[in-house]
Nanobody, 123 residues
């Protein structure tokens, strides 16, 4: 496993969590990175993406204004701050590193994936 996501858990609606994704330098330091999620019975979907230097970000409409993606390139850690969580946000969250340095928002653009971390939001 090249990427390792952590920080998931059980939280009440309206609460917050911060996910982290640690990665070896060679897999991500100059690459765009992203978060995806997959809820039971649903396909995996894009959540947020960030360019190699953090200068550009992109979000799924469903999380805009509530989630923030960021990265610490010195530590090779990707973050996802999730605020005002809703039950519909419940899913396994995956971090991924893209093939290129620019924003990558689709699964086919991802080169490396980590094991997911479970987020459960109770109503």
């Amino acid at each position: 496993v090249q990427l390792q996501a952590s920080g998931g858990g059980l939280v009440q609606a309206g609460g917050f969590l911060r996910l982290s994704c640690a990665s070896p330098r060679r897999t991500s330091s100059n690459n765009g990175m992203a978060w995806f999620r997959q809820a039971p019975g649903k396909e995996r979907e894009f959540v947020a993406a960030i360019s190699w230097n953090g200068g550009s970000t992109n979000y799924a409409d469903s999380v805009k204004g509530r989630f923030t993606i960021s990265r610490d390139r010195a530590k090779n850690i990707l973050y996802l701050q999730m605020n005002n969580l809703k039950p519909d946000d419940s899913a396994v969250y995956y971090c991924a590193a893209g093939y290129r340095s620019t924003l990558a928002t689709i699964e086919n653009a991802m080169n490396y994936w980590g094991k997911g971390t479970q987020v459960t939001v109770s109503s």
